[in-house]
């Protein structure tokens, strides 16, 4: 049984830097797969923020790209997310994601991460 | 970028009728890469439909999806009062990647 789980602080500074882990069970980060963040403002919709193959190899969002990294721990079958300048505009719930079949499967619980 | 855009916002039915869900792509990179999702009030979204029409694991017949040019549509037939949430189309391919659109609010009555 696939089960993501994020964490990571819940509050950050505005112009600070919001770091999110994303530990994965039931299946090994290193098979082939994408695994993908997804953010959601208060009462707003969706937007994915971008992806991370088992090499490390990384697609982002455009309207975040000079802002976001992704990264893979294999040894400890998790991967992150870094956002760096934050602001009020990036207050969301954010969800790590197993990928599927051009679709995002299986989903975290979702973490809200406050810039304040 | 293409937009996703659905209609409607809100779509107030009642136990036991049929809700057509649908989403319209301004630009369409592959007729398949579209999917649908389900979120209720403070859970994380469910995939329901993936490759326009194929149910995920575990979703029951009463979902459905399929498409006609550049609108793709989610039916929900013998609606139940669980059926209640926000309903979003997605779509692969583009830039960024993955798009959603805005969401309907399914209310059951």
């Known amino acids: 049984q696939v089960q993501l789980q994020e964490s990571g602080p819940g509050l950050v500074k505005p112009s600070g830097t919001l770091s999110l882990t994303c530990a994965v069970s039931?299946?090994?980060?290193?098979?082939?797969?994408?695994f993908s963040w997804v953010r959601q403002a208060p009462a707003k919709g969706l937007e994915w923020i971008g992806e991370?193959?088992?090499?490390?190899?990384?697609n982002y969002n455009p309207s975040l790209k000079s802002r976001v990294t992704i990264s893979i721990d294999k040894s400890k079958n998790q991967f992150s997310l870094e956002l760096k300048s934050v602001t009020a505009a990036d207050t969301a719930v954010y969800y790590c994601?197993?990928?599927?079949?051009?679709?995002?499967?299986?989903w975290g619980r979702g973490t809200l991460a406050t810039a304040s | 970028e293409s937009v996703l855009t659905q209609s409607p916002d809100t779509l107030s039915l009642s136990s036991g009728d049929r809700a057509t869900l649908s989403c319209r792509a301004s630009?369409?990179?592959?007729?398949?890469?579209f999917a649908w999702y389900q979120q209720k009030p403070g859970q994380a979204p469910r995939l329901l439909i993936y490759?326009?029409?194929r149910r995920a694991a575990g979703i029951p017949d009463r979902f459905s999806g399929g498409a006609s040019e550049t609108d793709f549509t989610l039916t929900i037939s013998r609606l139940e009062p669980e059926d209640s949430a926000v309903y979003y189309c997605?779509?692969?391919?583009?830039?960024?990647?993955?798009?959603f659109g805005q969401g309907t609010k399914l209310e059951i009555k």
């Open positions: 490759d326009t029409s």
């Open positions: 997605q779509q692969y391919g583009g830039s960024p990647l993955y798009t």
């Open positions: 991370i193959w088992h090499t490390g190899s990384t």
């Open positions: 039931g299946v090994s980060i290193s098979n082939s797969d994408w």
């Open positions: 630009q369409i990179f592959n007729d398949n890469f």
């Open positions: 994601v197993k990928n599927g079949w051009y679709s995002l499967d299986f």
